[in-house]
């Protein structure tokens, strides 16, 4: 099993940035791949971005692309999410995941249902 770990989240005023950092730790030597994921306030989860452990498959979501970078430290087991051009819809609780086992399509690690292990979730918060 790994443990995950989020931090970096707060306020801040649209348009600015911030990092978001995710810590994992335990059976680390099984992870496929990490995700990110968010859920506001009486919506449904949605998934933001995802990177494989070799980093050669990334994904964004539309929403996010081209404001949001996804990145990972192999040495340090972490995965960070560095959001530039706040806007208020981005307010949420952001959640880190992990999956531990290979996929068919790597794609599919823009579903949630394909992850394993979760992290506690960090609120991010954009005043409108």
């Known amino acids: 099993q790994v443990q995950l770990v989020e931090s970096g989240g707060g306020l801040v005023q649209a348009g600015g940035s911030l990092r978001l950092s995710c810590a994992a730790s335990?059976?680390?030597?099984?992870?496929?791949?990490m995700g990110w994921f968010r859920q506001a306030p009486g919506k449904e989860r949605e998934f933001v971005a995802a990177i494989s452990r070799s980093g050669d498959a990334i994904y964004y979501a539309d929403s996010v692309k081209g404001r949001f970078t996804v990145s990972s430290d192999n040495a340090k087991n972490a995965v960070y999410l560095q959001m530039n051009g706040r806007k208020s819809e981005d307010t949420a609780a952001y959640y880190c995941?992990?999956?531990?086992?290979?996929?068919?399509?790597?794609?599919?690690?823009?579903?949630?249902?394909?992850?394993?292990?979760w992290g506690q979730g960090t609120q991010v918060t954009v005043p409108s």
């Open positions: 335990g059976d680390i030597f099984r992870i496929y791949g």
């Open positions: 995941a992990v999956r531990v086992a290979e996929l068919s399509l790597a794609t599919q690690l823009k579903y949630d249902y394909y992850y394993h292990n």
